[in-house]
């Protein structure tokens, strides 16, 4: 018997999947929002939600956890560590860390929902994909 077995299984072996969600919360994380379908969305609610709830904690231990859910991608860009602000050039003589997804989860989404005790995403419909049809969803970070 299945009894509170409940996942979303999305059509996909469980390393497949786990390899989508990860790449999903990922860019969720580094743009704030994504579109994807309805059961992706659903299916990565909990996921992030689970891994923002690590960034609250922000100790190094929370920090190791959140790596395991993500892919620790980096951009061209540079981040403060003290006051979160991200920039595209550095000044002369300044030294500041490339801003990684990591980074950016610790240091400035969970400064951000420090004070909120759940419901950190927000998914919204959109019209149906042309091609297929497929219902289409809109999740971002509330």
Do not use: W
Not at 6 to 16: M, P, R, T
Not at 46 to 75: C, H, M, V, W
Not at 111 to 118: D, E, F, H, L
Request: proline share 3%; hydrophobic share 40%; glycine share 6%.
């Amino acid at each position: 018997m299945r009894h509170q077995c409940k996942k979303h299984h999305l059509s996909k072996a469980s390393d497949q999947r786990s390899a989508l969600l990860r790449s999903l919360a990922t860019e969720l994380f580094l743009n704030g929002e994504i579109t994807t379908t309805m059961a992706r969305a659903k299916a990565l609610k909990p996921y992030a939600e689970n891994i923002i709830s690590f960034a609250k904690k922000g100790d190094l231990a929370s920090r190791r956890q959140a790596l395991k859910f993500i892919f620790d991608k980096e951009t061209n860009n540079y981040i403060n560590p003290e006051t979160g602000e991200v920039k595209e050039t550095l000044a002369e003589g300044e030294k500041l860390p490339k801003q990684s997804v990591l980074r950016q989860l610790f240091v400035v989404i969970g400064k951000k929902y420090a004070a909120r005790n759940g419901g950190y995403t927000r998914i919204l419909r959109l019209t149906p994909r042309r091609g297929d049809a497929a219902e289409m969803a809109l999740i971002q970070l509330v």
